[in-house]
C-alpha cells in the first residue's frame, strides 16, 4: 500500500505542482492559464501523471496525493 502513494516521488516537479492544482479542484484550463502553459499541455502532463502513478482519474490522483502528504508531514 505504501508503494503507491510513494509513486508520487517519480513525478516531475511539473507534474507535482499540476498535481497539487488538481488536488486543489482547479480545471486543466484554469491549471493553464495559471501555469502560462495551453490546455493541451496540461493534459499531456495528465496523462504521464496517470501513466506513472498506474491510475486512470482525478478522484484517484487526489487521493494518492492526500495520503503522500499527510505521509510527508508526519
Known sequence: PNATW????????????????ICGGLSNRTIAQK??????TIGIHLHNIYRKLEISNRT???ALHMRYMAARNG
Open 6 to 21: 510513494k509513486r508520487i516521488e517519480l513525478l516531475t516537479a511539473r507534474e507535482r505542482e499540476i498535481t497539487a492544482l
Open 35 to 40: 501555469l502560462g502553459a495551453s490546455e493541451g
Open 60 to 62: 484517484s490522483l487526489a
